[in-house]
RNA sequence: GGAGGAGUGGCUGAGCGGUUGAAAGCGGCGGUCUUGAAAACCGUUAGACUCUUUACGGGUCUCAGGGGUUCGAAUCCUCUCUCCUCCGCCA
């Protein structure tokens, strides 16, 4: 969220960041009403004032065995003002409160303003689409090949956009999430974390998919949990209400998880396949980083992720997003995207975020900063270093060849006991 | 699920109705000493909000969270949450 004193003393940068992000949002109600709370927060703290100090005095004049009943008459006339006024400072905190949640981070100047479509800007393009001498197969026809995902019992188990891996498909996916933390942890420097897949409202208000996207969530109504859309929840939430020491940082964490995502209002859209699910397997990056540092941190983030890609040899291009492609809490966002050589499309299976203080202040993370003494907000980081479903539907429709059979690349071989193709069952 | 115990500042830990926003220790920061460092000693060290004549200034709130009793609550009552111990159940 942003400080409501920085939207006081910039609404016109707030301003400009909402409807660059196509939002339409009151900034000029928010602002009188935080007028309006300032001017009830005075008259109220001034009459406290006054009564703490009777108390006090009540107080020593009991010590001296006098009279207080003057004291105290004036004292229950004070309390009843207190009355009147605090309940509406209380409305009005309430008010402002959850409208600063609905406040979308401001976009870093770098970020290209627009709509999605037009203005995503393409950064890097890496590896070439492979060319076939034979029309390839969508990955749905492969995995039928092959025998290494059932779609058909998925839905059955649990209903349509539902995977089940079976055999080296169940195996190739464990593949992808061994070598990516093993590269991650062992190459990167990220720290393994293996955290909860269901995590309660707090930790989901505080990276921000609350109060917005609560219909796009999985929720246990009894618990009132949620089954995360992403490792970054529940990873970010670690250090919830902490304050992390200033030689500790950067701090990174790594984890695979599966991810819940229901995904309503979706449906439709390339929905053939693994490419949309509920349920899919991520391994992702985060980092907990000082504020001077973030824009740089996004950059080496943004490599160790595409690192994945450039080892197992799939081509990829790397999109800057534009103001309305970027999520609600992010300040500068990177979508990898892979060429899927039989779906021929691009699927998106990272996207690497700069929250800068955003998150951190609505989940409270800060740090002491050893110069000023002061505590000051951590910036917050992450992406996908990948999410796979649809990182497997690249491997297979590009590897592919003629007769159905796909090559493992060889940085995977190891993780496959060494195996260099599956073959048609 | 049942029965007990506990939640205090960056950390450990006192306080159990009246200058207690909070002792003490550790840690941090500054200094003295030292060629330098360590040790020792001295000083200093919570946060959020807010006001104004923006000042080494004033005020409000915060001792897990909400509500209550009282002129006054970290301290009493009540509900909720979290953690610990024991029992039950269980992968």
């Known amino acids: 969220m942003l400080e409501l004193k920085f939207i006081r003393e910039n609404p016109d940068t707030v301003k400009k960041a909402i409807k660059d992000r196509g939002m339409k949002l009151d900034i000029e109600e928010l602002l009188s009403i935080d007028t309006k709370r300032r001017e009830l927060l005075t008259e109220v703290e001034a009459l406290k004032h006054k009564k703490n100090a009777l108390s006090q005095k009540i107080g020593q004049k009991i010590a001296k065995k006098e009279d207080v009943s003057r004291e105290k008459s004036e004292i229950k006339i004070i309390s009843q003002n207190i009355n009147e006024i605090e309940p509406e400072v209380e409305e009005i905190d309430q008010k402002l409160a959850t409208l600063l949640l609905l406040i979308p981070n401001i976009p870093h100047k770098s970020v290209p303003i627009g709509p999605e479509k037009d203005s995503n800007k393409v950064v890097k393009e890496f590896g070439k689409a ?73 930790s989901m208000t505080g990276t921000g998919q609350l109060p917005k996207l609560e219909e796009d969530m999985y929720r246990l109504k009894d618990d009132d949990l949620f089954l995360i859309p992403t490792a970054e929840v529940p990873v970010t939430n670690m250090h919830r209400d902490e304050v992390i020491p200033e030689e500790k940082l950067p701090v990174y964490y790594t984890a695979y998880t599966a991810c819940f995502r229901r995904e309503a209002g979706s449906y439709g859209k390339d929905t053939k396949g693994l490419n949309r699910v509920h349920q899919f397997d991520k391994v992702e990056l985060v980092k907990f980083v000082k504020p001077e540092t973030s824009f ?130």
């Not at 492609?325 to 979508?335: L, P, T």
Request: with cysteine; proline share 4%; aromatic share 10%.
């Open 130 to 202: 492979p060319k076939f001498k034979f029309e390839p197969r969508n990955h749905i026809e492969l995995a039928d090949i092959l025998d290494i995902i059932d779609f058909k019992r998925a839905s059955k188990i649990a209903g349509s956009f539902f995977i089940l891996y079976k055999g080296l498909g169940a195996r190739l996916e464990r593949a992808l999430i061994n070598f990516m933390l093993d590269l991650h942890t062992k190459k990167h420097g990220y720290k393994e974390v293996f955290p909860p897949f269901l995590v309660n409202r707090k």
């Open 296 to 425: 740089d941190e996004l950059e080496s983030l943004l490599q160790n992720a595409e690192k994945v890609l450039q080892l197992l040899e799939l081509p990829y291009r790397v999109s800057a997003l534009s103001t309305q492609g970027i999520s609600f809490a992010a300040s500068k966002c990177y979508d990898i995207e892979l060429w899927a050589a039989g779906s021929k499309m691009h699927l998106e299976v990272s996207s690497c975020s700069n929250f800068g203080d955003f998150q951190a202040r609505r989940a409270n993370i800060r740090y002491r900063d050893k110069e000023t003494q002061k505590l000051l907000y951590v910036h917050t980081l992450n992406g996908s270093g990948v999410a796979t479903a649809r990182l497997l539907i690249a491997l297979i429709e590009n590897y592919q060849t003629k007769d159905g059979t796909v090559m493992i690349p060889k940085a995977l071989q190891p993780y496959m006991d060494g195996l260099k193709e599956i073959k048609p069952a």
